[in-house]
């Protein structure tokens, strides 16, 4: 089983810069891709960038150029960045971790319990 806690949520002005981390415990594969998914109401569940253990990353168009995703595997952790945050950016953040892969797609995928993110003035 996997447990993953996000920090790091929080409200931020138009423009300015937050950093939401997660960290992951419990029993998984060192092969895996963490990465941060989002939500706001009334919408679906989107991928926000994601990065896996070797290090490949990938963004949503929307965030590309203002957000970072990072990680640091000997820690099991994982960043997400936020520069030049928009309004739009408004969601609850969730923390996900892909593992267990067979024919190069996961078969087990884990969530945190989301931290709330506002862009507003």
């Known amino acids: 089983q996997v447990q993953l806690v996000e920090s790091g949520g929080g409200l931020v002005q138009p423009g300015g810069s937050l950093r939401l981390s997660c960290a992951a415990s419990g029993s998984f594969s060192n092969i895996n891709t963490m990465g941060w998914y989002r939500q706001a109401p009334g919408k679906q569940r989107e991928l926000v960038a994601s990065i896996t253990s070797g290090g490949i990353t990938k963004y949503a168009d929307s965030v590309k150029e203002r957000f970072t995703i990072s990680r640091d595997s000997a820690k099991h952790t994982v960043s997400l960045q936020m520069n030049s945050v928009k309004p739009e950016d408004t969601a609850v953040y969730y923390c996900?971790?892909?593992?267990?892969?067979?024919?190069?797609?996961?078969?087990?995928?884990?969530w945190g319990q989301g931290t709330q993110v506002t862009v507003s003035s």
């Open positions: 996900c971790l892909q593992d267990l892969y067979i024919n190069f797609k996961p078969t087990r995928t884990s």
